[in-house]
């Protein structure tokens, strides 16, 4: 099938593969929760004849097609929702309280069944994989996948997410460091209780708190390589008991990014070292635990060049943009990646009236995009099954 034939078959069934997002939007499940939405992804895709495996990692979906005795070129999408109440006012906005797709996995899902459908009637070297990938937005799913034998006989691997700050019709692509590290810190401080009009008495474990998460800010500026950016927030605090008496213990919990792992190896000892630091300074202890979450995704140059090329050919050069910062956002495709090289890529859903930022109540990526990544991933499998020829489409 050549290229033109293959790109009018997209675009053929592109409207019910937007019922699909639309409907799946209406119906979001959450991390490890998504059973519905596994039941339609299996259905769809056993009905147009791909073998298909449920319950990996327990709620994921891979589906295979094509030969097994070469191994097989993976595309990862995820499918869990967020505990956020909507607020886009859609014709199809979330009928579940307080759970939306607010991170275009709805749009990661139909892209996937869409390169589904186009793939089966093509004839590749390699078989294809499509992981359909559970619990991302808790960074967990992945390494369930993993666990469960999703890797095992893949070669490739492909990733894409949905990016408000491109427009539609557009790609990012980015060498190196897609998304940073992430993981999470949790802080107790222990003070010394004592009256709220003799502080001198005791010590405030709040005032002490405070110092910490200021202080672990300045340190940062002043002890790390600002060329590899650390960044620090802390989310929540709780402490203490009542108005006029000293905290006697403040717990922090906050999240760390970095985008160079060999920083990112040694942050938890770092921060241990500097918050214990402080807090004796004024006269508190400090307990501190640090959980690495997931590792940076780092594309691969090569299998990044394919999807470069790709875009370039069904886009335009124009169309195919140079990232040059990583988000520190995190992105548990990095598992993958650990196991198989990949690389993954930001799609543009920005539409002429823009688009709220992902994670946003207001969250409304132009469903045009969808036939724009299948065409853009179609292209890229053909590509990577194609190397040794030197051809593509």
Request: aromatic residues 6%.
């Amino acid at each position: 099938m050549d290229r033109d034939k293959l790109l009018k078959k997209i675009d053929s069934f592109n409207d019910e593969l937007i019922n699909i997002r639309r409907h799946i939007h209406a119906h979001p499940e959450l991390s490890g929760l998504e059973n519905q939405t596994a039941i339609l992804i299996s259905g769809y895709l056993k009905n147009i004849g791909w073998r298909v495996t449920e319950s990996v990692g327990k709620t994921g979906v891979i589906a295979e097609f094509g030969p097994t005795d070469k191994g097989f070129i993976g595309l990862r999408v995820d499918m869990d929702a967020l505990p956020i109440v909507e607020k886009t006012n859609l014709s199809f906005s979330s009928k579940v309280d307080g759970v939306m797709h607010a991170c275009g996995h709805d749009l990661h899902i139909s892209i996937g069944l869409g390169v589904a459908k186009i793939i089966k009637d093509l004839h590749l070297n390699f078989g294809t994989r499509i992981i359909f990938q559970p619990a991302e937005e808790i960074a967990s799913g992945a390494r369930w996948m993993i666990h469960d034998g999703a890797t095992n006989g893949l070669i490739k691997i492909l990733g894409v997410h949905v990016f408000p700050d491109l427009s539609i019709g557009t790609i990012g692509i980015k060498e190196g460091s897609l998304t940073a590290a992430a993981g999470e810190l949790q802080v107790e401080i222990q003070g010394k209780s004592g009256h709220g009009a003799r502080p001198y008495e005791g010590v405030d474990a709040i005032w002490v708190a405070s110092k910490v998460i200021s202080g672990i800010q300045e340190l940062i500026t002043r002890k790390l390589n600002p060329l590899d950016p650390v960044v620090i927030t802390f989310g929540k605090i709780n402490g203490g008991n009542a108005y006029n008496i000293l905290a006697e213990k403040v717990n922090l919990i906050g999240t760390v990014r970095c985008t160079n792992l060999i920083v990112f190896k040694g942050i938890g000892h770092w921060l241990n070292t500097n918050i214990s630091s402080i807090a004796n300074t004024f006269g508190a202890e400090a307990k501190i635990k640090f959980r690495a979450i997931t590792p940076p995704v780092n594309n691969n140059s090569d299998i990044n060049r394919v999807i470069r090329d790709s875009a370039i050919q069904i886009l335009g050069q124009q169309n195919v943009v140079e990232l040059q910062k990583p988000s520190l956002g995190a992105e548990d495709f990095a598992e993958f990646l650990n196991e198989v090289p990949g690389a993954m890529f930001r799609l543009g859903v920005s539409s002429e009236k823009g688009c709220a930022p992902l994670h946003s109540s207001k969250f409304d990526p132009d469903e045009r995009a969808i036939a724009v990544g299948i065409k853009v991933i179609t292209e890229s499998i053909v590509k990577l099954n194609n190397q040794s020829k030197g051809n593509s489409l």
